[in-house]
């Protein structure tokens, strides 16, 4: 059975690690209340950010739309401003110069041999265009555009992706999450946990084999260090 139009969302993770600089509560964290009932557990180091400093870093957006701020911008005004900052890298077309990565074409070509993975051929949401470009373009020089010119700019990227078709479109904060991707299918929910839990279980099936096997160590979900005889994990006296 062949898996590989099962593409598993990696891009959401981009913008859930951007918008978490208020980050508490991973597993084994301490949530704030609790830090601050011991403080001794505390590093004693910085001070809590302020609304004002967290609002310049929290600027993720979903594919909803959410966190989108205000503003717009078209094609036409995007492509000046592509020529102007990004072409150098990207191509006047996206087609990538030199080295630099391509952003427009590729399409169909994910299950060829040489997959081309681009914004058209490849991203699920206008949203991840938006929010990695404001966040990390152009190279270098990250958010030193402002917000409307983002618009224009992500605009003229859909456009040279066809995924919009007309010069005179106007993105903006309304409109943006009602794009549709021409990949947007092409991902799946990680949903392993359920379409995979038959095989979850302690022994593993060793029925029909194709050949004679025998079972040499064993990798737990969360443990798959190696361990030596004595039980400790390799490398560890
Ligand atoms: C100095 C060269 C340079 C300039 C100028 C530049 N970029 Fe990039 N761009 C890059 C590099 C390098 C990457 C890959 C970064 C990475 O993977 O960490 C990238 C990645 C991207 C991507 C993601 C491509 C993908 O499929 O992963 C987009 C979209 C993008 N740039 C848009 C822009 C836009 C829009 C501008 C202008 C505002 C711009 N870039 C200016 C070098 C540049």
Known sequence: MSRSPKLIIAAVALAALAGSVAFA????????????AKPAQRFNIGRAPSADEIRGWD????????????GKGTVAQGEKLFMDNC????????????RWPVLAGGKGSLTSDNPVKTVGSY??????????VRHAMPFGSPQSLKVDEY???????????????DQN????????ATIKMPNEGGFIMDDRATSEKAF????????????????????????????DKDGKPRGVE
């Open 151 to 165: 618009y224009a700019l992500v605009a003229y990227v859909l456009y040279l992706n066809d995924v919009i078709t």
């Open 25 to 36: 509560g991973g597993p084994g964290e301490k949530t704030e209340s609790q830090a601050e």
């Open 123 to 132: 991203w699920p949401y206008a949203s991840t265009l938006f929010d990695y």
């Open 59 to 70: 600027i993720d957006v979903r594919p909803d739309g959410q966190g989108l701020p205000v």
């Open 200 to 227: 979850w279980q302690k022994e593993p099936c060793m029925k029909n084999c194709i050949a004679p096997v025998k079972i040499t160590g064993r990798a737990t979900a969360v443990d798959v260090t190696p361990e």
């Open 87 to 98: 072409a150098s890298c990207h191509g006047e077309f996206g087609e990538g110069a030199g």
């Open 169 to 176: 479109f106007e993105l903006s904060n309304s409109n943006l």
